[in-house]
C-alpha cells in the first residue's frame, strides 16, 4: 500500500551498572544498597538527543500542510514514477480503510502516526516533502512499519511520531497524544524498492520510551494465522474512499477481513505477488467503493493483526484500493521474525546498534568496551568506569525496554539489583530481591516467554535451571518456572536468537567441554527445545561473554576468553547447524579481568 505522500553519556553509572550512552554520565543513590559491599559512587546521566517539543510539533504541522494542500494526489500517482519511497516498476502494485469503522485508541493502544516532513531549507512550498505511514508500537521505543515508509528518507532529522491517539493532529492540538522524535531507522536489507519484495519491514528507534501498550509481531513458527478464511484486523488513517484526491481519514479506522490463499493473489497480481515474502488478505474488491473492504493511501506501515499478533504490515495494492478482483497485500512478518526482533531487541551501551562488554578487573576497576562493528580488534574505545570492587556478578541487559542498557547485578549478600535509566535524569539502582547468592550463574538471553519482556534464567547450586519471566519494568520477575534438574555440570550463557526463529535461546557448555544450543520455544513451558550440538573443545575456555549483536550483521555473537588471557569472538551466522563461524581472535591481556558481563 502507498504511504500517503507529497513529493514536490552517559560515561557510566558505576556499580554493576556501567553505562555508556555517549559521553555524558549517570547519578543516582542506590535505592537500598547492601551493607556488606558499597556501591559504585554515582554519576550524572543525559538523556538521548532528540529534536525539541517544538521542533517536532512542527514537522508534525507541515506534513499535515501539505498533504492537505496536495490533496493526497500524490499518493494516486502512477506507482511507476520512480519520484517517490513508493515507487515501484510494476504497473499493479501501489504502495496504500475503505469499508472500514471507527476504532477507539483503547482497543489499539500500540497504534502510531508516522508525520514526515522536509521543506528542504528554502522559502519555495514547491519542494516541500510530507509523508504519512502507520506504524506499530512494538515495545516503548520500537515502532514496526513498512519499510516503503522510510526507505530514502532521514526520518531522525524530518520526522516525528505520534502515538496515544485515534485522531490525526489539529496544528498542535494532538488529541491528548504525545510527539516523539526518531534516534535511528532500519530498514530490512533484503527489501528491494523497486518492486516492493524482499520484506516490506522497518524498524524506527525512538527517542524515548513511550508508556503505551505494545503488540508483538507473530512468531516463525506460526502458521495458523495465514491459513485462508482466518479473520485478520486491519488498522490505518488512510482513504476511506477510492476518490481522487481525497483525504486521509481523521481517525483511526479498522477493518475485518479474511486472509487469503497465497495462490489467490498470484492469480490477480502474477509475479508481482511473491509468495513467502508477502501475505494477501481481504475480500476481492468490487470496483466500487461500495462492496470494498481494503487498505488504501495512508494506511500504509499498519499492521495486519491475527490472534493478537502482528501477521503482517500494510505493504501495496492497487491504484485507487478498489479495482475489481483486487486483493490487499502485506509483508509476511512471518518470515522475517529473526531480523526485525534483532533491531527490536538491540540495546547497547552507546547507542550505535552494537554489543558492547563489560569487565572488570580482580582489583575492582570496571571498563566498558565499545564494539567497532565488524572490524579487527572489534572492541575499543575502552571508558573507565570506575570501582565496581565487591560485587558477585553483572549482566547487561534491558528489562524494562526504554532502550538504555540496564546492568543486573549482585552483592556478595545475595542481592539483586537493576541498575536502569529512570527516565527523566539518572540511574537508579532498583531491588530485586535478596537470597540470590543460592544462583550459581544468571543469564539474561531476553523473551524466552512469548510475552514481549526480557526475562532471566538462573542456574541454582542444586543443578535446578529456572525462567524468572520478566514483568517488562526496572524490579520485578512474575513467579519462576522450572526448567529442568541436571545442570551441574553446565555454563551456561548467551543472549538473543542464535538460530534466527525470532526465539531467543541459551548456550550452554557440559562438563565435557561441548557447547550446546538450546532453543527458545517462545513460550514458558517448556523454554526450551531439543538441543543441538555446536561443537566440542570449549573447555579451553575460562569465562564467556554474551554481548549481543557485536558486529552489525543483526546476529548474536559469543566472546569466550582462554587459558592464556587470549579473548576469541565467534560471530554468529544465524542458522543452528552452524552457530557460528570460525573464531577470530580480538586480542590477549584479558586475563586481568575477573568478571565479563
Known sequence: MTSTHRRARRALPAAAAALALGSAVLTAVPAEASGTAPLPAPKAAEKLPSASQSELLARVEGAQTALQDDGAAASTS?????????????STVDPKIIGGTEASITEAPWMVQLHYYDDKGTADTSDDEGYFCGGTLVAPTKVLTAAHCVYGLDWSKNGAVLAGTSQLPDGNDLHGGRVAGVWRQWVNPTYNDSTIAGGDLAVLTLTEALPYKTLQVTSSSDSVSYNSGTPATVYGWGRTTSSPGSDISLTLKKATIPMQADSACTSYYGSDFVPGQMACAGNPATGEDAGTVSPCNGDSGGPLVVNGRIAGVVSWGVKDCVESGAYSVYAKTRTYVGAVNARI?????DFDGLGDLFARTSGGSAYEYYSLGNKWPYLANRVDLGDWGGLSLVRTADLNRDFYQDYLFRTPDGVLYNWAFNGSDRYEAYRIGGGWNVMKNIAVP???????KPDLVAQDKYGVLWLYPGQGNNYAFGSRVRIGGGWSSYTITGKRD?????????LARDGSGVLWLYPGTGKASPALGTRIRVGGGWYIYNAFASPGDLTGDGKPDLLARDGSGVLWLYKGRGVSSSVFESRVRVGGGWGVFDLLG
Request: without cysteine.
Open 78 to 90: 502512477d506507482a511507476t514514477s520512480g519520484d517517490s519511497p513508493e515507487a515501484s516498476s510494476s
Open 345 to 349: 531487541d538491540d540495546t547497547d551501551a
Open 446 to 452: 531476553g523473551d524466552l516467554s512469548g510475552d514481549g
Open 498 to 506: 542464535y538460530n534466527n526463529d525470532g526465539k531467543p535461546d541459551l
